[in-house]
């Protein structure tokens, strides 16, 4: 088959979850795809950031700028068109059109996690996906549930394809860990959050669980949150700060070939968010042989399940006593850290290239 594949959401300086999705994606197609051609899209809205495009994965890969309404011909140069950033092109490509939906519930569940005008856009969007796609993959059955109850689609044209962990996310040697915990100044044990710091992430509220814990089992342990700040930043930072550096260390935007050594050698993850699609933080830190403090809602539950401790994201109290229970608990602790590391081997891009493969198949 000659797949394109639009890329361009990873074509930027730091990359977000969709632009990790991407560069995942690729690698996994070019172990799972090499009977098939690959052409890599990106918009030339991206055109400053094309020398940030991910790199070539293999000889059936090659890049194409795309100058959307300025291409009818590229109808004749493939069998199959995915838009892996829940974006298709203008109604002119007369291909089979497969895209992906990470999530619903920031753009149209709910009113708190973005402003008016970015949901009204992003409806008008996934309005126009649901009607012109022939096939949606969603990352996860939470994600399809999610889809179809609020978008309506035909449930024939839905498919789960579940995302996966880094590769490069493993537990590391002690020395690694050591070089990374001097870095950021960890100086004491640690739980570790990383994610974009904006209000589906409920970062002001674990902040406070992770005091109240602590407080609890008379622990001087700390939390290092790592991520940039996004919407809603001010009120996460303010929290992060009343929370005292005594407590919590904020650590900025952490470049991911840092973060392995950091989870291997955190306490646990503090991923008790308000709502994932997938939830890749969590399976990677699983994958590092650290333990998660994840949330009853959203996706988490599908992907680690008993693999974790679960909380109501909505309380503190709930937070704090899974938390706690980190803190004071090492049988419990090494039980997860052995649940979760076979868990993640359960989740592969390679796995994910085959099964969007698969899809495609149906339609070429």
Request: glycine letters at 8%; hydrophobic letters at 45%; aromatic letters at 8%.
């Amino acid at each position: 088959m000659r797949i394109a594949l639009d890329i361009s959401s990873a074509a930027r300086a730091e990359s977000t979850g969709v632009a990790m999705y991407i560069r995942r994606m690729l690698g996994g197609f070019a172990r799972a795809g090499s009977d098939h051609q690959f052409t890599l899209i990106t918009r030339a809205s991206r055109w400053k950031n094309l020398l940030r495009r991910p790199e070539l994965p293999g000889p059936n890969f090659r890049h194409k700028l795309f100058l959307e309404r300025m291409h009818p011909l590229l109808s004749r140069s493939i069998d199959v068109f995915h838009g892996l950033d829940a974006r298709l092109p203008g109604p002119w490509l007369k291909v089979p059109l497969v895209v992906t939906i990470h999530d619903v519930f920031s753009a149209l569940q709910s009113e708190d996690f973005a402003s008016a005008e970015f949901r009204e856009m992003k409806a008008g969007r996934y309005r126009d996906l649901v009607a012109r796609a022939d096939r949606i993959i969603c990352v996860s059955e939470c994600t399809r549930r999610d889809v179809l109850k609020t978008l309506n689609p035909d449930p024939a044209k839905l498919r789960v394809v579940h995302e996966a962990g880094s590769e490069e996310f493993f537990a590391r040697p002690d020395a690694e860990v050591q070089a990374a915990r001097a870095r950021f100044g960890l100086d004491k044990p640690y739980f570790l959050f990383v994610g974009s710091l904006n209000k589906r992430k409920n970062v002001p509220a674990q902040v406070r669980a992770f005091a109240l814990a602590r407080e609890k089992t008379k622990s001087d342990m700390l939390l290092a949150i790592a991520g940039r700040v996004g919407f809603g930043g001010e009120e996460i930072r303010a929290a992060i700060d009343a929370a005292g550096s005594d407590r919590v260390r904020f650590l900025g935007y952490v470049d991911n070939a840092l973060l392995p050594a950091l989870l291997t050698g955190a306490h646990g993850l503090l991923f008790a968010t308000l709502y994932e699609g997938f939830g890749i933080p969590a399976l990677e830190a699983a994958a590092c042989g650290c333990p998660v403090v994840g949330s009853t809602v959203g996706a988490q539950p599908e992907v680690l399940g008993d693999a974790s401790l679960l909380a109501d994201p909505a309380s503190v109290d709930s937070i704090a006593e899974q938390i706690a229970k980190l803190m004071v608990d090492e049988t419990l602790r090494r039980s997860l850290i052995e649940k979760a590391q076979r868990r993640a081997k359960d989740f592969s891009w390679e796995k994910a290239g085959r099964e969007c493969l698969e899809i495609y198949s149906e339609l070429a």
